[in-house]
Structure formats: structure tokens, C-alpha cells
């Protein structure tokens, strides 16, 4: 049972250029999200998805865009690489559940971008 | 726009000590109130959470004190270790099947505890 899995772990780019961030999540997770986080600025959700087949917009989704391929991976995606894009970036799934009746999210390890 | 904010954002205690870190939020939709604990080069991990129908909750010797009128809550550490030494968030949701388990976190303290 490996949780949560990223990958890469570490990436470079150039402005401009283009990469798909991998994640996939064995819990059997209906729900996953993508974050990104900077210093001061704490985690930002940029997408997510609610069920298999479905995404939407979260605080900062602009030069972004993801793809729900199964109910196992969530990609994230950047078409044109920015310097305003370097980051880490979080892959999260989770499920309603517990006695709170809430969505206990698991983040995977995390990718660490750098956009020169 | 930060519906949560965080405060302090860097803690730095004996061991032994009890930090305090606290939260405000903004949106009085938000009706679950969840703590995330990340060591370096790790994801965050849930440590505990608390709705607003109690004013205090504990698990082990961490403690989520809540003030609905207030709209803040707070996280102690009690006999804090150097093993707790790691950044904290607060985050804050809807609970339930329309909000799919968005969160908004507040900006993160970083907590050194020195032996």
C-alpha cells in the first residue's frame, strides 16, 4: 500500500517549455487534488476532482491544466512553463469518511519545480 | 484571497514548552477545522481536526482549542519534543458531500523545539 506516489521527485525547465506532473493514489479515492506550495504562502489548490470524470478550478488554476485518466491518477500539467511556477507541488486524495464526517486529505512527497 | 490566516510563522521553544499557534478564518460557512503537520522534504499529514459543535479537543499532547464567536482556533503542544520540530497548518473546509474535501490552509508556522 503505497499511499500517494509522485513523480518526478525534482524537475528543472526552461520558460517555456512543458512537463506533466504524474500522480496516483491506491486507497481507492474518489476525491484528489493538486496544490502548490510557497513559502509565507502556505498550500493553494489549483484543481481538483471530485469523482473520476470530473475536474474543476480551485484558488489558482491559471497555467494549469489537469486530466482525471482513471480513479487512480490525476495529472497536472503546464503548457508553458513559467518562473512564477517554481514550486512544490503536492498531489492529495482523500474520501468522506471518519466520524467528522469529513475528507481526511494524504499528500504524496511531493515534486519540486524549478522554472529558470 | 486568505480566508485563514496563521500566525506565528516561525515558533521556536524549549523542550518541554508548550507552543501555541493560532488561526483565524474569515467564511463562517466552514464548519471543519483540520490541523496538517509536514516534516522537510515529506507531504503534510493530518494530525487532528475538530468541528465547531466543541469548543476543545485532544489527542495525545496536541490540543485544538475553538472560539466560534471569535472565529479562531488554535493548536498547543503540550511537554513539546524536538521530534515535533516541523512546520504546522491550520486549514479550514465545509464538511461534507458538496465540498469534496477542499481545503484552505493558512500560511504554515514553522516550529523548532531545541532540547
Known amino acids: 500500500n503505497a499511499g500517494v506516489t509522485q513523480t518526478p521527485k525534482f524537475q528543472v525547465l526552461k520558460t517555456g517549455q512543458s512537463m506533466t506532473l504524474q500522480c496516483a493514489q491506491d486507497?481507492?479515492?474518489?476525491?484528489m487534488y493538486w496544490y502548490r506550495q510557497d513559502p509565507g504562502m502556505g498550500l493553494r489548490l489549483i484543481y481538483y476532482?471530485?469523482?473520476?470524470?470530473?475536474?474543476d478550478k480551485g484558488e489558482v488554476p491559471n497555467g494549469y491544466n489537469v486530466s482525471r485518466l482513471n480513479k487512480r491518477e490525476f495529472s497536472l500539467r503546464l503548457e508553458s512553463a513559467a518562473p512564477s511556477q517554481t514550486s512544490v507541488y503536492f498531489c492529495?486524495?482523500?474520501?468522506?469518511?471518519?466520524?467528522?464526517?469529513?475528507?481526511?486529505?494524504?499528500f504524496g512527497p511531493g515534486t519540486r519545480l524549478t522554472v529558470t | 484571497q486568505q480566508q485563514v490566516k496563521q500566525s506565528p510563522q516561525s515558533l521556536i521553544v524549549q523542550k518541554g514548552g508548550i507552543p501555541i499557534i493560532n488561526c483565524a478564518y474569515e467564511?463562517?460557512?466552514?464548519?471543519?477545522f483540520p490541523w496538517y503537520q509536514q516534516f522537510p522534504g515529506k507531504g503534510p499529514a493530518l494530525l487532528i481536526a475538530?468541528?465547531?459543535?466543541?469548543s476543545e479537543k485532544k489527542e495525545g499532547r496536541f490540543t485544538i482549542s475553538f472560539n466560534k464567536s471569535a472565529k479562531q482556533f488554535s493548536l498547543h503542544i503540550m511537554d513539546s519534543q524536538p521530534g515535533d520540530s516541523a512546520t504546522y497548518f491550520c486549514?479550514?473546509?465545509?464538511?461534507?458531500?458538496?465540498?469534496?474535501?477542499?481545503?484552505?490552509f493558512g500560511q504554515g508556522t514553522i516550529l523548532t523545539v531545541h532540547p
Open positions: 492529495a486524495s482523500s474520501e468522506l469518511s471518519g466520524p467528522l464526517g469529513s475528507y481526511e486529505q494524504y
Open positions: 486507497m481507492n479515492h474518489n476525491s
Open positions: 476532482s471530485a469523482s473520476e470524470g470530473t475536474t
Open positions: 467564511n463562517t460557512a466552514f464548519d471543519y
Open positions: 475538530i468541528r465547531p459543535d466543541v
Open positions: 486549514a479550514a473546509s465545509w464538511a461534507g458531500g458538496t465540498s469534496y474535501g477542499k481545503l484552505t
